[in-house]
């Protein structure tokens, strides 16, 4: 069974940067795509940004130029380097890896952006 366990969310104020990680374990098969998802109270989840095995990556527009997705392939960790955060970017946000095309999701970390 795949386990996801995410770090590094928290409070910061508007401007303020965070960097998520996101490890996968209990697989013996490669980790495929990974990716970011956020919800927002009273909102669906949503796409942030994902990263292939390959290293092709791909970004919501309102959180492109600001958010980095990079990856450990050797870890099967994944990080979201968040800068210049915006209130409108507080959620909860949530890992997804792509293991012999199932989906397998974090517990899902907070992120707060005050003003």
């Known amino acids: 069974q795949v386990q996801l366990v995410e770090s590094g969310g928290g409070l910061v104020q508007a401007g303020g940067s965070l960097r998520l990680s996101c490890t996968a374990s209990g697989s013996p098969f490669s980790v495929n795509a990974m990716g970011w998802y956020r919800q927002a109270p009273g909102k669906q989840r949503e796409l942030v940004a994902y990263?292939?095995?390959?290293?092709?990556?791909n970004y919501a527009d309102s959180v492109r130029g600001r958010f980095t997705i990079s990856r450990d392939s050797a870890k099967n960790t994944v990080y979201l380097q968040m800068n210049s955060l915006k209130p409108e970017d507080t959620a909860v946000y949530y890992c997804?890896?792509?293991?012999?095309?199932?989906?397998?999701w974090g517990q899902g970390t907070q992120v707060t952006v005050s003003l």
């Open positions: 990263i292939t095995k390959g290293g092709t990556t």
């Open positions: 997804k890896a792509v293991v012999t095309f199932r989906d397998y």
